[in-house]
C-alpha cells in the first residue's frame, strides 16, 4: 500500500495508521510533502501511535510486511521490484521533492495489480499521474473525499484523473483497508 498526502497529512494519517493492526501483511510506503532542510518526525510520531513500527526509509532498505515507511525529506522515495527502498536526489516534480506521483508510479511498477494507492489531502495536484499508474497496472485506487480535506485540490484532481477510484472519508479509508487486507 502507498499513500500520498500534503497539507492536512498529520490529522488525515493520523486517522488511517493507527487503525491498523499489529501482524498488518502489507508493507505501507507513506509520502509526505515536507520541508527539505528540516528533519521530519513523523517516523517518530507514527511509531508511538501505531501498533505497526514506522520508520524514515533509508537507502537500499529491504522492504518487509507491516512496516509503514516514510520518505524523508528532500528525496524521492523508489522501489527496486518488492524487496528494497532507493532514494533518489533528482529534481523537484510538482516543486516537491519527495514526490507523491514519482513514489505512485515507482510502487506499481513493483506491484502491479497488488498495490493499493491512497491520495489523501493536500494542496497542489501531486499525485493524480501516480494514481493513473496504479490504476493503468490493476491496482486499487482510493481518494479521500474532498468535502472532508483539510485541503482538497489534491483528493480533486486524483478524482479528475482516476474516475473509477474508490472516494471515501478517512474513516472509510479504514474501514476498506481492515476489511480487504486481514
Same mark, same amino acid.
Request: charged share 15%.
Given at each position: 500500500m502507498i499513500i500520498g498526502a500534503s497539507a492536512g497529512a498529520l490529522e488525515a494519517l493520523s486517522s488511517i495508521l493507527p487503525a491498523l493492526p499489529a501482524g498488518y501483511p502489507l508493507p505501507i510506503f507513506v509520502i509526505v510533502h515536507l520541508p527539505p532542510n528540516k528533519r521530519s518526525v513523523l517516523a517518530e510520531i507514527f511509531n508511538i501511535k501505531c501498533r505497526l513500527r514506522a520508520i524514515e526509509a533509508e537507502d537500499k532498505e529491504p522492504v518487509e510486511p507491516g512496516v509503514i515507511?516514510?520518505?524523508?525529506?528532500?528525496? @524521492?522515495?523508489?522501489?527496486? +521490484?518488492?524487496?528494497? &527502498?532507493?532514494? *533518489? !536526489?533528482?529534481?523537484?516534480?510538482?516543486?516537491?521533492?519527495? =514526490?507523491?506521483?514519482?513514489?505512485?508510479?515507482?510502487?506499481?511498477?513493483?506491484?502491479?495489480?497488488?498495490?493499493?494507492?491512497?491520495?489523501?489531502?493536500?494542496?497542489? @495536484?501531486?499525485?493524480?499521474? +501516480?494514481?493513473?499508474? &496504479?490504476?493503468? *497496472? !490493476?491496482?486499487?485506487?482510493?481518494?479521500?473525499?474532498?468535502? =472532508?480535506?483539510?485541503?482538497?485540490?489534491m483528493p480533486e484532481a486524483a478524482m479528475l484523473a482516476s474516475p473509477n477510484a474508490h472516494v471515501f472519508t478517512l474513516p472509510e479509508i479504514s474501514s476498506y483497508l481492515l476489511s480487504n487486507f486481514q
Open positions: 515507511y516514510f520518505a524523508p525529506p528532500n528525496y @524521492h522515495l523508489l522501489l527496486e +521490484g518488492r524487496s528494497n &527502498i532507493a532514494l *533518489s !536526489g533528482e529534481e523537484a516534480v510538482l516543486f516537491s521533492r519527495p =514526490s507523491i506521483d514519482v513514489a505512485f508510479e515507482s510502487a506499481s511498477e513493483a506491484w502491479g495489480d497488488r498495490l493499493t494507492g491512497i491520495v489523501l489531502t493536500g494542496a497542489n @495536484h501531486d499525485g493524480a499521474r +501516480g494514481l493513473q499508474a &496504479i490504476g493503468r *497496472s !490493476g491496482g486499487t485506487m482510493i481518494v479521500q473525499d474532498p468535502a =472532508s480535506a483539510y485541503a482538497q485540490a
